[in-house]
């Protein structure tokens, strides 16, 4: 079959590769009808993320056809349409019988690495490097799904493809990022980043009763679409994002923070900033931590922060002091997007949000390469690439 394939830093390939086989009786086999690029692909693209291997195929937010059923699978057939949670969880382990998934304690045969550096391994995820399970993604023909009864929900009804696609994972990540904001009626949320995740965590904060909604980033078209949805903008290379915020709040601060940007966070010239890239660069630093700094500074006193931007390693500068000082919380998580299907989905169903506003490219997988520089230099008014093998 043809897959995207991780060579290297800002090398993907559109290869020939092996066909996946049933290898568990609790796996399925799907044919993808769709696949997207995303924020966290570009991680792999720009070498945060360690422990990728030359060859490994790429792609978590994954839709299609089931064509081939393990003997122990009973919700799937053959010929079922389902998406696919970017989280593999195994239904019934102490985390998956809490809801949360992405921190089953039974998908990552690798947890032993996993657990060098994190102290327990989370859940395995689909095409996200071998410390968090090695598993093939689905930027691919065909992807070996395993716990096929757990994680893939049937879509039913004939909505298209890119309306119930981003259930595989950025809608549910943004929702969980507005859950985890602890939103109350009429409070400020202030979101870092205009991206995929960010334009749907706007949408997301509005469902949940925010006042009114700022957003922060520099690339227009992003920032467009964010007013779109009615948030206020502040671009960051034009505007000191502390002083505006407070301008805003009459110096109080957002009542609630959401880093939708993660550990590749670009600064405007801000002294951490320029240490940040400069250590990254030497591998002395694994994360880009300006945003989540910013986002302690600006929260009112006894705000709630919010993370759903990925980090990977250590933060150097991380102000501990004020966050304790100001009595902030901070709540994070890769998504338990297992959690989320069936109400998410049931939104999509009665028109109360159609997350396929932010695609703006439709590509072959051919095309993959080139739409992951396209992607992560915000060339072309890129903001989402769906593939379509
Ligand atoms: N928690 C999860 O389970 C989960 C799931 C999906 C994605 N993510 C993460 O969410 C993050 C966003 O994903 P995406 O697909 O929207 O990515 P993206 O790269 O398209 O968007 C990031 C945006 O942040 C902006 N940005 C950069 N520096 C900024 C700054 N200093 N202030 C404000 N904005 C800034 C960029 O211009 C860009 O528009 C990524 O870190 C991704 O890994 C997490
Ligand atoms: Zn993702
Ligand atoms: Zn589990």
């Not at 915020?245 to 966070?265: F, K, N, S, W, Y």
């Not at 939104?347 to 506003?357: L, T």
């Amino acid at each position: 079959m043809r897959a995207i394939v991780w060579h290297g830093k800002e090398d993907v390939r559109c290869d020939t590769v092996p066909d996946p086989k049933i290898v568990e009786h609790t796996d399925a086999i799907i044919k993808i009808t769709s696949t997207a690029i995303c924020g966290s692909d570009l991680h792999l693209y720009d070498g945060y993320q360690p422990t990728m291997e030359d060859g490994d195929i790429l792609g978590h937010e994954n839709m299609g056809e089931v064509v081939e059923v393990g003997a122990g699978v009973s919700k799937l057939k053959v010929g079922d349409r389902v998406v696919v949670p970017f989280v593999i969880a195994c239904g019934h382990c102490w985390f998956c019988e809490h809801t949360y998934f992405s921190c089953c304690d039974n998908t990552n045969p690798n947890a032993k690495m996993a657990a060098k550096v994190m102290g327990q391994s989370p859940a395995g995820l689909f095409g996200f490097s071998h410390m968090l399970g090695g598993y093939a993604g689905g930027q691919a023909e065909y992807l070996r799904v395993p716990h096929a009864d757990v994680g893939p929900i049937k879509i039913e009804s004939d909505l298209p493809d890119e309306k119930v696609l981003f259930l595989s994972d950025i809608f549910p990540t943004a929702y969980m990022a507005a859950e985890n904001a602890e939103i109350e009626p009429g409070d400020t949320v202030a979101i870092w980043g205009c991206g995929p995740v960010a334009l749907l965590t706007i949408q997301c904060a509005w469902m949940l009763g925010a006042g009114r909604v700022i957003a922060i980033d520099h690339v227009p078209e992003r920032l467009q679409l964010a007013a779109q949805s009615k948030a206020e903008t502040i671009n960051f290379k034009e505007e000191d994002v502390y002083d505006r915020l407070m301008e805003m709040t009459q110096g109080r601060g957002p009542d609630r923070c959401i880093d939708a940007v993660g550990c590749e966070a670009h600064g405007s010239g801000s002294f951490d900033s320029v240490l940040d890239k400069a250590k990254a660069t030497v591998m002395l630093a694994t994360d880009r931590a300006h945003v989540i700094r910013q986002t302690i500074t600006c929260c009112r006193k006894q705000g709630t922060i919010s993370v759903p931007g990925v980090y990977v390693g250590m933060i150097d500068k991380f102000p501990f002091g004020p966050a304790m000082n100001k009595g902030l919380t901070i709540k994070m998580g890769q998504t338990h997007v297992q959690r989320y299907l069936q109400p998410l989905l049931e939104k999509i169903e009665k028109g109360e949000i159609d997350p396929s506003f932010i695609i703006t490219h439709r590509r072959t997988l051919e095309d993959g390469p080139e739409m992951y520089k396209t992607f992560r230099d915000k060339e072309d008014g890129c903001i989402k690439v769906v593939l379509k093998p």
